[in-house]
């Protein structure tokens, strides 16, 4: 073992393989489609997590932020993602809602890149979707304070046990701080990698109301 950053990072593997096939003369017409097969296969692979992905957003000075989430739902080319309004991406997404997806499923070589714009998809939808969440993931929500410095340990929990208290009194309780988002998308890219850096790219690309599809060299 090496104290050296570069000598440790130069002895770990990349996109060794094998990767699953391809074929390119059966590309749907919309890429929503494709993400689904994608998608399927990757749960069918025990892929850990497919459903995660990384959502990207920048803030009033510019500077990019990108964070890992749960994908909640696909509709034809509309994703589906939840959050607090209150928290940095929600503050973020209120100024810009232009944001980026990032799925990665390094066992299978593939990457899914998905830009577009964020809509909030009104209190009700908010609602039923907090509604889902687990107890615990609730009253965290509840708490309010996402993003914020955290003063100690102890205000923490403190702060979470009195509203698991507040839940366990009125089970339908709800924030309305929670917010369910949905990217429409305007570009999704589909990245299947190769040992030999041979990489196939396919752009799906929405121009004049229809989706446009490109081939993109590695």
Not at 117 to 143: L, Y
């Amino acid at each position: 073992m090496t104290d050296q950053p570069i000598e440790l990072l130069q002895h770990l593997k990349s996109l060794s393989g094998p990767f699953p096939t391809w074929d390119m003369g059966q590309l749907p017409e919309r890429p929503g489609k494709l993400f689904l097969d994608w998608l399927r296969l990757a749960v069918e692979n025990e892929v850990k997590e497919p459903h995660a992905m990384t959502i990207s957003t920048v803030d009033h000075d510019g500077y990019p932020d990108a964070r890992v989430l749960i994908l909640k739902n696909v509709i034809d080319e509309t994703f589906y993602f939840a959050s607090s309004s209150e928290s940095r991406k929600g503050q973020q997404l209120k100024e810009n809602p232009h944001v980026a997806l990032t799925f990665y499923w390094p066992s299978l070589g593939r990457q899914i890149r998905i830009r577009g714009i964020a809509e909030d998809c009104g209190d009700e939808a908010g609602a039923n979707d907090f509604r889902k969440r687990s107890a615990g993931a609730r009253a965290v929500a509840m708490t309010g304070h996402q993003s914020e410095v955290l003063d100690s340990e102890e205000v923490l929990d403190r702060s979470i046990e009195a509203q698991k208290v507040k839940i366990s009194h009125d089970p339908g309780v709800v924030t309305p701080n929670w917010r369910l988002y949905a990217v429409n998308a305007q570009e999704v890219e589909f990245w299947q990698g190769d040992s030999e850096r041979k990489h196939v790219r396919v752009r799906y690309s929405m121009q004049d109301r229809q989706w446009k599809i490109l081939r993109l060299w590695p």
